[in-house]
């Protein structure tokens, strides 16, 4: 067996903290007890398997552990489980649980508990963004209360990542209405569209990693017009994608402006089954038509990182920048292509985005602008992004739409893995026989150069296929009350509020 300790897939980029303060207060509570965290439309379960958005995930990071546990290092670490090992040939990983670790109910985490919840996961009948991953599971094997072993169907070396989904109790039935994890943070209460209210729990296993605020309260806003005004205006403590347009109004003694990178990689995503974008042609057209950084220029003062894939500048091994220049900016080439595929009168298409994400907003107005320059006409129609989660995601009711996808994991299928032909999460419908064949190979190799070479053709094909017309990952800007201090960026869509403290 090859023993593991932590992994390291990514590099983080440094941050900068602006604004660091004078002796102002401000903020959403009058005591360093309580924090008020503002978040743009409501989440989409308690429930870790219906975790369909990123910002669901970011909550739930605070209330369920896994095996392992990602940092903001890019490593990852023992959790719930204090040791692991990886089989010679990539198909068993066992597992020796921490002991004294125990859910909010107080009940012990067991083995069985470990059983039951990737047994939960690698069902089809439950839905969730993460079946797909743990159909590669063949069995579970309860060895004692404390030793588990995960058999799976084929070697794969990048699996220790899907790990760090949290565990649950078998006991219970509905984790939406009674969820019970063992993180940092326990439920106390949610109303739908108004909130959701987290506890510190006494009981947490990470003495080290324990929770210092007592109590969070995460404010739904409805109108993300609002956000800097209602920062500004003593309701919320924290909200941790402020858009740089409402930043002016946040007074440095106040609050403390940290800076990091989104790490998604955002793009007009094409539905490459309805016409006219099941034409290559027409989608390589639109990627010369446009220019992200006049993109970025107008939604976030010029900050971001182009991207020409999917992937972002996080995964250092894997991201290729270089892959940008494939579709610098050609009108005249646009227009021949569109001429070849018989579209030399242009076309019209719908472009639908959540109208909870400005950032993805305002860039569907620059895509308009800069399609009409070759004869295209976009047309917007913002929905709420429950419609967009169901009519947009999962149902694939759609022409185009903007927003930014994420890894829900630290390695690099959770990126690509989703654009291979029969995978349940291409909900862009891209079907091409050489990614299949590539990812395939990539996923099946041992050595991890060979891997790292293989998921790159990945992104090259992605990139000359035009599967979508690929733009930035966008910055991110997390406004925080001067009364905390500690907030941390992590590579992928992760926000541990227990690292948050009451400022010295």
């Not at 999917?310 to 892959?323: D, G, N, R, V």
């Not at 569109?338 to 569907?364: D, K, M, R, W």
Request: aromatic share 10%; proline share 4%; glycine share 6%.
């Amino acid at each position: 067996m090859k023993n593991v300790t932590r992994r390291t897939l990514f590099a983080m980029t440094p941050t900068l903290a602006l604004g660091l303060a004078a002796c102002g207060k401000g903020g959403g509570s009058s005591s360093a007890d309580s924090l008020v965290i503002g978040i743009a439309g409501d989440i989409d379960s308690m429930d870790p398997i219906h975790a369909e958005s990123a910002a669901t995930r970011e909550l739930l990071f605070n209330v369920y552990d896994g095996l392992v546990k990602p940092d903001t290092q890019s490593n990852l670490n023992p959790a719930i489980a204090s040791d692991y090992t990886m089989s010679d040939d990539g198909v068993t990983y066992s597992f020796t649980l921490r002991e004294g670790v125990t859910f909010h109910d107080g009940s012990p985490v067991t083995a069985d508990d470990v059983k039951y919840s990737i047994e939960r996961y690698r069902d089809a009948t439950t839905g969730g963004s993460l079946v797909s991953a743990f159909e590669a599971v063949n069995h579970v094997d309860v060895l004692d209360d404390r030793h588990v072993d995960v058999v799976l169907k084929e070697g794969d070396t990048d699996f220790l990542a899907y790990f760090a989904i949290g565990i649950t109790p078998a006991a219970v039935v509905d984790l939406d209405m009674t969820p019970i994890g063992c993180g940092p943070y326990k439920f106390v209460s949610r109303s739908p569209l108004e909130n959701i209210v987290l506890e510190a729990y006494d009981g947490y296993w990470d003495a080290d990693n324990a929770a210092h605020v007592p109590n969070i309260t995460f404010k739904v806003i409805s109108n993300t017009d609002s956000i800097g005004m209602e920062l500004a205006g003593g309701s919320l403590d924290l909200f941790y994608r402020t858009p740089e347009t409402q930043l002016s109004q946040l007074s440095e003694k106040q609050f403390t402006i940290y800076e990091g990178r989104m790490n998604i990689v955002q793009a007009l995503y094409l539905n490459n089954a309805v016409a006219p974008f099941d034409d290559m042609r027409v989608r390589q057209a639109l990627s010369y038509a446009i220019d992200p950084q006049e993109i970025m220029d107008y939604v976030s003062g010029g900050k971001g990182t182009e991207v020409g894939s999917s992937m972002y500048p996080a995964f250092t091994k894997y991201f290729m920048p270089e892959l940008s220049d494939v579709y610098n900016q050609d009108l005249d080439r646009a227009r021949e292509l569109l001429t070849e595929a018989g579209y030399e009168n242009g076309f019209s298409f719908t472009i639908h985005v959540s109208s909870s994400h400005p950032q993805h907003c305002e860039t569907a107005e620059v895509l308009k602008e800069q399609l009409a320059a070759i004869g295209v006409t976009a047309n917007i129609q913002e929905i709420e992004w429950s419609s967009w989660i169901s009519d947009i995601y999962n149902n694939r009711e759609f022409e185009a739409t903007v927003v930014g996808v994420d890894a829900s994991a630290l390695n690099a299928p959770s990126m690509l893995r989703r654009f291979t032909s029969d995978d349940g999460n291409n909900f862009i419908n891209f079907h091409s026989e050489a990614y299949d064949e590539t990812y395939a190979r990539a996923h099946a190799a041992f050595d991890d150069e060979e891997k790292t070479t293989l998921y790159k053709e990945c992104e090259r094909i992605l990139t000359e296929e035009a599967a979508s017309v690929y733009i930035q990952d966008l910055p991110s800007f997390v406004a925080l009350s001067n009364r905390f201090e500690g907030y941390e960026f992590y590579p992928i869509y992760a926000q541990n509020f227990a690292s948050i403290r009451p400022a010295e």
